[in-house]
């Protein structure tokens, strides 16, 4: 049973860690997308900014899944 509650709980938290960053990157890119339409001679500021910004959204949800797994494996 407690297994089983632990891989439930495992599931459920890499879904939204999952669906947490693809939130996140996408808020990211319609930010970066209305920049560069402002201001198209900033547009590679702005992309390189926005590209930096996903990579840590992305490197914290690689983390929770990380830590889902290993709730999992224990």
């Known amino acids: 049973m407690e297994q ?4 439930l709980g495992a ?4 879904g939204l ?5 693809g939130v996140g990157i996408g808020q990211i890119g319609r930010g970066a997308m209305e920049g560069i339409a402002r201001q198209p001679e ?3 500021k702005i992309q390189g900014a926005a590209l930096v910004m ?3 959204v992305e490197g ?3 983390f929770a899944f990380l830590i889902e797994i290993l ?3 224990k």
Request: zero cysteines; a neutral charge.
């Open 4 to 7: 089983g509650l632990a891989l």
């Open 11 to 14: 599931g459920v938290g890499a």
């Open 17 to 21: 860690f999952a669906l947490g960053a």
């Open 42 to 44: 900033s547009a590679g």
């Open 54 to 56: 996903a990579g840590l």
């Open 60 to 62: 914290a949800a690689l």
């Open 71 to 73: 709730i999992w494996t």
